[in-house]
């Protein structure tokens, strides 16, 4: 019974580990493409309207890419995986943000960002856990 206990423990501690790997990679994505589009707007006449479009673009992305890598391994729940992906990546923006930007509020172009990001999570989960199928 305690070897049982134990091996459930292990599984969810695995599971707690790719989740959270899969955030740390969906983050450095960001903060990679983030820098590419700063500096595309910085020495090129593109227009800082695509600003709110290319953020959501590439959270999305980076949270696609972070959920398949840590539903890779596992054989089910790539949902659900793939979704806390995606809300630890939102949960730490907003609270980062609500933190560091003075009159930070939670607005449409948000609850957009959170619907997409949460969209991506669950999307990059369901491809991670039927990737070797």
């Known amino acids: 019974m ?6 459930c423990k292990n599984a969810l501690k695995g599971k707690l580990i790719k989740i959270l ?3 740390m990679i969906s983050f450095i994505i960001s903060l990679i493409l983030l820098l590419v589009i700063s500096l595309i707007l910085t020495y090129t ?3 800082e309207n695509i ?6 673009v590439i959270s999305a992305l980076s949270i696609l890419v972070g959920s398949i890598i840590s539903a890779l391994n596992i054989n089910k729940n790539g949902i659900l ?4 992906v995606g ?3 939102m949960i730490t923006i907003y609270l980062l943000s609500s933190i560091f930007v003075s009159g930070f509020e939670i607005n449409m172009q948000s609850v957009i960002m959170i ?11 369901i491809i991670g856990v039927n990737f070797h199928k």
């Open 45 to 47: 006449n593109v227009s």
């Open 21 to 23: 790997l899969g955030s």
């Open 115 to 125: 619907a997409v990001s949460t969209l991506a999570g669950m999307i990059g989960g």
């Open 51 to 56: 600003i709110t479009v290319a953020v959501i």
């Open 81 to 84: 995986n793939g979704a806390l």
């Open 2 to 7: 305690e070897k049982k206990e134990n091996d």
């Open 87 to 89: 809300a630890i990546y």
